[in-house]
């Protein structure tokens, strides 16, 4: 038996999963404060006797998410080596920061030294401001990271006691920005994510339960509990990728759909083509921070359940934010579940409670509350079918560098929207119908994403670049390597994938991942100095492919 | 005015013109790390554009393709094209204040017509993207400042006849490096005299240099030529490091001469220093379009003992821009007649080189002495190599022809089809956007 538990912004919910039959669901509140307490209480619901057996359970947290969006950080300075090239001030970093001489190009070369006085008087001004979390991050450190190291070593002599994070031990993705702000977010962040680590870890162990532990990531993979400190910014918007993932056990296999994740403050769109969830091709941006996480493609609308109706300017329209619980529900104003109790979509609390919170809108504009409440939708479904053709727009306008791609594009057009959440069913009903899609919706997809938590598996998408004439391994995740003996001055392609895939195999393992690694995608770049070939550059796209473990196949 | 900058960007990561040759799969590698690792794709103010493909019709309205479409094109160049063409029409729809295809194959060496492949380029990105935009949209005046090394000998060709299309190219002296043209002299044909500019600078020129030619000579001809499009054929093979060629300009001076330019359309060119000049120049530009700060990029080979100019070289520049700013200002009072003579048709023959395919071509062309449009033009051209070599006869109708050079184009054409004295005969029929053959008319 395995258990998946979604901490979302309203709801947790959670799901006791065997044998592709859903046993047990179960929603809670979720507080904010105390998000463990959510979980705990979601467990104890689930696991009825202490004697089943449970092999597995998963975590997709929001904890991330909120301390970055509530800026709830740790003391955290960043010292940055960008050498040449664009003006920093273009720029906006939500830590305080310095700039040190030195420079490394994007081949790895070093093309300016750095100067210890001038890191320890950088690192003192940081220090004056009361930063005690320090990254260090150089512009292309992962393909080369020995300044960030040199940085660092001079900072531990001088300044023994500030937690210090490099650059390229958070991400080896090239993008400088994001990696300073991944860099940052993870030292802003990472005790009170510990903390919450440590205390679920308890809360298990009180509770005899010692199953494998796994934390959800942004693009729908797992981790180890016991790994999670070295990925706890991955965990970001790991909430819509479980609803997505969960949209898939529920679609028969090799589906395309649009899935419509419908809360109480917000709508969260993704797209699964050919049964598999889109990724995003850049890294999460989450309010206004620009992360390296990778991360499936999901758009977030201000439209939701709690979403007030207001008049403006004599028209029918939505606040765009939370306004509190529906009026049906006891609320105190508006809101788009009262549009949807008043037209008889949903049964849920009391009619005459919603209509009764219409009384004012209906005066001020001489409408009854059907007709009120009719153009408030009719304005929420327009909103959301831009936005779905928006979502589908992005992913064909995709850039795309190379001819083959180019001559090989897919044609997908998904015909079905599955609707999930609380609001889905009827909401999803008029988008379906509005742009001539099949409506998918049935009773798991309150749950949906607690489903996707449970079935989620550990996925990789990794980059892995050999450069032959300095024999330098350089790699998405970080790792970096000089003078290897294995790399050869001309490489075949099956050799450089065989040494890709034994590096790769090796990081896997120091994740406690069991898994087959898969090539994607290889190229070779020859690179001519003159007139004649002095090396190569291979890249070798790698990873574990996405495998939600089994369909569900509960009888609706 | 939109407040974004487009970017289309195709490094071809699959093609190349031979493994070793500067136009390989590496050319562009280097500046994408760059680009990726500044985040200059996160600027909310720059979008990214798709590559797309041209269609047959866009490039047979800029080019004829002999023997055939097929022999000259292929999808690398279709795309390259097409690319252009996204970047134009984005601006014309003002999605964009300006946009750069920053693509390869490059194309200003791929003249009217086309046998194949000449200083790395078949078809030419620019031309095609400009003659799409006038027939799609209306625009007439066109200026195209060309800032590769070489010069722009192609799009030269194109638009040497078309009295709405200002063509400006600088690079080093022809006497000194391929295409060996480009010379002052070099000013347009008889319907067109004075819409072609050229300025050959010496090897070794940098940043103050061109700097001083755009000041006094580029920016103020622009500035009365009233352009509806500044279109900027962007090479970078000035910098100080390229491989084959010997200028002396930085990164910041691309910068710099964009910023003073402020093209609407760049369109990428040749630039064949892979690691020490393009990543830094392509990011230089692109701020600049951008209208950010691009002071700070500096390429580690740079010395300051590069950035002045001897003043020799400054003395040299500064007369050539007043004697070229003369013939700019008196080019619509002089007696053409002594120049082209009086005949109807101006007729020229050469001989043109292509290079990289290692082959030459014998032209003639003849222009119709027109003063109300660009003028009927018609090639004869072959292969020269080898006794048996067809000659094909290529029939242009420009794209803002008066009634009677498209009366006479067609008239010609059917005549010709009718003789059967050539391989092959093309109809290039621009105002009606009609493309055809001898096949076409024999069914």
């Known amino acids: ?37 959510s979980i705990v209480h979601v467990l104890e619901k689930l696991i009825e006797e202490k004697t089943e057996k449970i092999s597995r359970i998963v975590v997709s947290t929001t904890l991330m998410t909120n301390l970055i969006l509530e800026k709830k950080y740790l003391p955290t300075g960043l010292i940055l080596i960008p050498g040449p090239g664009l003006n920093l001030k273009e720029h906006k970093f939500p830590f305080s920061w310095e700039i040190i001489t030195g420079g490394v190009d994007f081949q790895g070369r070093i093309i300016k030294n750095l100067n210890e006085q001038e890191i320890v008087k950088k690192v003192q001004c940081l220090v004056d401001k009361g930063i005690q979390h320090l990254g260090i991050i150089g512009k292309f450190s992962p393909r080369n990271p020995s300044l960030e190291i040199q940085t660092a070593e001079i900072v531990n002599r001088h300044f023994p006691t500030l937690e210090v994070k490099l650059g390229h031990q958070v991400t080896g993705q090239l993008n400088f920005i994001r990696r300073a702000m991944g860099t940052g977010l993870y030292l802003a962040t990472y005790k009170t994510f510990a903390q919450f680590i440590a205390s679920l870890k308890n809360a298990l162990k009180e509770r005899d339960i010692t199953c494998p532990v796994f934390i959800l990531k942004a693009d729908g993979g797992v981790i180890p509990i016991d790994k999670i400190m070295n990925f706890t910014i991955d965990t970001v918007l790991s909430g819509p990728a479980a609803s997505s993932f969960g949209a898939k056990s529920l679609l028969p296999e090799k589906t395309s759909a649009f899935v419509m994740d419908i809360g109480g403050t917000t709508t969260d769109f993704s797209l699964i083509l050919d049964g598999n969830p889109l990724l995003a091709s850049r890294g999460v941006k989450i ?26 300017n004599n028209q029918v329209t939505l606040t765009f934010k939370r306004e509190g619980p529906p009026a049906c529900c006891g609320g105190n104003t508006p809101t788009l579940t009262d549009c949807m109790r008043i037209l008889n979509l949903t049964d849920l609390g009391d009619e005459n ?10 005066s001020k504009l001489d409408l009854s509350a059907e007709i009120i409440a009719q153009q408030a939708l009719d304005k929420a479904v327009e909103l959301i079918t831009q936005e779905i053709n928006y979502i589908f727009k992005q992913w064909q306008e995709e850039p795309l560098y190379r001819i083959w791609q180019l001559l090989n594009e897919k044609n997908i057009k998904p015909r079905n929207l599955i609707s999930i959440g609380g609001p889905g069913k009827p909401l999803g009903e008029l988008v379906s119908k509005k742009m001539n899609l099949t409506h998918i919706n049935h009773p798991l997809c309150q749950v949906a994403n607690a489903i996707g938590a449970a079935l989620a598996s550990p996925t990789y998408e990794e980059t892995i670049r050999i450069n032959t004439e300095k024999r330098e391994i350089s790699s998405s995740w970080g790792y970096f390597s000089k003078n290897s003996r294995q790399i050869k001055g001309k490489m075949s392609a099956e050799e450089a994938a065989g040494l890709a895939l034994q590096i790769f195999k090796k990081y896997l393992q120091e994740n406690g991942v069991e898994a087959q690694p898969e090539i994607y995608h290889q190229e070779v770049f020859n690179m001519v100095r003159g007139w004649s070939t002095t090396g190569q550059i291979h890249e070798i796209k790698l990873g574990v492919p996405v495998q939600v473990t089994g369909l569900i196949n509960n009888k609706e | 005015m939109s407040k974004y900058t487009g970017l289309v960007f195709f490094p071809a990561f699959d093609w190349a013109i031979s493994p070793t040759h500067p136009e390989r799969e590496e050319r562009l590698l280097y500046t994408r790390d760059q680009l990726l690792e500044e985040g200059v794709l996160d600027f909310p103010d720059i979008i990214e554009y798709k590559a797309k493909f041209a269609d047959k019709q866009d490039i047979l309205r800029t080019h004829f393709c002999l023997p055939s479409f097929e022999n000259v094109i292929t999808d690398a160049h279709l795309i390259a094209a097409g690319s252009a063409i996204l970047i134009g029409e984005a601006w014309h729809h003002r999605e964009i204040k300006n946009g750069f295809a920053l693509v390869r194959p490059p194309g200003h060496h791929a003249m009217h017509v086309t046998h194949g492949n000449r200083g790395f380029c078949n078809i030419n990105n620019e031309a095609i993207m400009i003659e799409y935009l006038r027939k799609k949209f209306g625009y007439r005046k066109i200026a195209i400042v060309d800032t590769d090394v070489h010069h722009g000998d192609g799009t030269q060709d194109i638009f040497y006849h078309d009295p709405d299309v200002l063509f400006i190219s600088l690079h080093q002296d022809g006497r000194t490096l391929f295409p060996g043209s480009g010379f002052i002299n070099e000013l347009g044909g008889p319907n067109a005299y004075g819409k072609t500019l050229n300025i050959p600078l010496l090897p070794g020129t940098g940043d103050q240099g061109i700097n001083y030619v755009f000041d006094n000579l580029i920016l103020p001809v622009l500035e009365e030529f009233k352009p509806e499009i500044i279109i900027n054929s962007a090479g970078q093979d000035n910098h100080f490091t390229d491989p084959l060629a010997n200028m002396k300009v930085t990164a910041f001076g691309y910068g710099s ?19 020490t000049a393009l990543p830094y120049v392509n990011l230089a530009i692109t701020l600049a379009l951008a209208g950010k700060d691009f002071s700070q990029i500096q390429e580690p080979q740079l ?29 619509t009072n002089i007696d053409l007649t002594k120049i082209f003579g009086k ?4 007729t020229t023959n ?6 990289t395919d290692y082959f030459i071509v014998e032209q003639e062309e003849a222009v119709r002495r027109c003063s109300d449009c660009g003028g009927l033009i018609i090639f004869k051209s072959r292969r020269k190599e080898g006794r048996k070599n067809p000659t094909f006869l290529c029939i242009s109708i420009p794209i803002y022809a008066c009634p009677r050079c498209q009366q006479e184009g067609k008239d010609r054409f059917l005549q010709e089809c009718r003789n059967n004295n050539f391989e092959q005969v093309f109809l290039q029929n621009k105002p009606e956007d009609t493309y055809l053959t001898k096949d076409d008319y024999y069914g």
């Open chain 1, 1 to 37: 038996m395995q258990i998946g538990i979604d901490v979302g912004g309203t709801f947790t919910d959670g799901v006791l999963i065997e044998n592709a039959q859903v046993l047990r669901s179960c929603k809670v509140p979720t507080d904010s404060q105390a998000l463990l307490k």
């Open chain 2, 257 to 275: 001469i964009t910023k003073k330019l402020n093209p609407d359309i760049m369109v990428l060119e040749g630039g064949y220093a892979v690691e």
């Open chain 2, 303 to 331: 010395k300051e003992s590069m950035l002045k100019e001897t003043s020799e070289n400054m003395e040299y520049i500064k007369k050539l821009c007043e004697k070229l700013y003369l013939i700019w200002q008196n080019h």
């Open chain 2, 350 to 355: 050469r001989q043109i080189f292509y290079d």
């Open chain 2, 343 to 346: 005949d109807d048709y101006y």
């Open chain 1, 287 to 312: 309010s206004d921070v620009y992360t390296p996480v990778r991360s499936l493609a999901i758009h977030s609308l201000p439209i939701g359940g709690d979403t007030g109706i207001e008049i403006k």
């Open chain 1, 353 to 362: 409670k919603a209509r009764l919170s219409f009384q004012s809108l209906s």
